[in-house]
């Protein structure tokens, strides 16, 4: 099987985390490398629990650590992951050490030895892959497509009306660029991503599955609580990224023009995505809408059996 080569671009996060999961068990996937950015929280945090993840999974993948400073905006950073980024688990002290050089370079040299089109696979903020494509426009055509978590077509958490969603909004001017690029991309917005839960019944089943399933399983312990009592589980929003490279039919999208408002009073820092082609501008993405969620939690259980072996008992 021809696997499809990926650098993932992450700001664990516990859904990064799973995503990571999902990404590094994969026959289909080859993760050539990650890169670390600035998001969730700085990327000082974010760097140490991408390389605690490693440890867990007993993976070694070249990773190097980016920025947490947007373009042009202020940092901004949130605490529904704990004060470390990644609260609940016990993260391991990683063996594995960073390499002496930034995302950005990481990510170009990654693309520009691949002798094929490389995928990337942004679960956090933008800032990394807007600077290098800024910095390396060259490199542009050997970028397959980008499969990204953020944006959304109908709702958000972030920006001054509540419309925008984090990962875009955070460095607007970085989305912008991306979605500017003329690179293909997959959005993996709040739309798809808010129907990718685990119920809180089920976060038991991943026990089953060795130390990597428990991981998984205090990551949705932990990640859940704000989400009891008015949410039917907990949402998994990065791993959709992972999950429609390895199995594409799980999920229902549309081509459609999406813009990032860098200048509204209400939505500004949104994605506005033209679901209805009105504006008459060619299509720049493919938004997703739709999960088949039983199959995504069968894929996530797979996933942790992949790394430490069947179920006991």
Not at 4 to 15: L, N
Not at 89 to 101: A, G, N, V, Y
Not at 215 to 244: E, M, N, Q, R
Request: aromatic residues 8%.
């Amino acid at each position: 099987m021809k696997r499809i080569p990926i650098v993932i671009d992450c700001d664990p996060g516990h859904d990064d985390a799973i995503a990571l999961v999902l990404a590094l068990s994969s026959e289909k996937l080859d993760v050539r490398a990650i890169t670390v950015v600035g998001g969730n929280q700085p990327v000082e945090k974010t760097g140490p629990n991408t390389l605690g993840i490693l440890e867990i999974l007993g993976k070694r993948v070249p990773v190097a650590f980016g920025t947490s400073k947007p373009l042009l905006a202020k940092p901004y950073h949130v605490d529904v992951h704990g004060k470390t980024g990644l609260d609940g688990p016990q993260m391991p002290t990683p063996t594995h050490r960073q390499l002496d050089i930034s995302a950005v370079e990481l990510l170009a040299r990654s693309v520009e030895e691949s002798d094929e089109p490389i995928t990337l696979v942004p679960t956090g903020t933008l800032m990394n892959v807007a600077i290098f494509l800024l910095a390396y426009p060259h490199l542009r055509s050997k970028i397959k497509q980008i499969s990204m978590m953020g944006g959304s077509a109908v709702s958000g958490c972030s920006g001054p009306g509540d419309v925008a969603e984090f990962n875009v909004w955070v460095d607007y001017h970085a989305s912008h660029i991306v979605f500017s690029s003329g690179i293909p991309i997959t959005m993996h917005g709040y739309d798809v991503t808010n129907k990718a839960v685990i119920p809180y019944e089920n976060n038991a089943k991943f026990r089953e599955h060795g130390k990597v399933g428990n991981f998984v399983a205090d990551l949705l312990d932990f990640f859940g609580k704000p989400f009891h009592g008015h949410w039917p589980g907990t949402p998994i929003h990065d791993a959709c990224a992972i999950a429609w490279l390895i199995e594409p039919e799980m999920f229902s999208s549309k081509k459609v023009h999406v813009e990032i408002d860098l200048d509204g009073e209400w939505t500004f820092g949104a994605t506005v995505v033209d679901y209805t082609g009105e504006s008459g501008m060619a299509p720049n993405a493919e938004v997703v809408f739709d999960i088949d969620r039983d199959r995504f939690e069968e894929m996530l259980l797979q996933a942790c059996e992949a790394v430490c072996g069947p179920p006991s008992g």
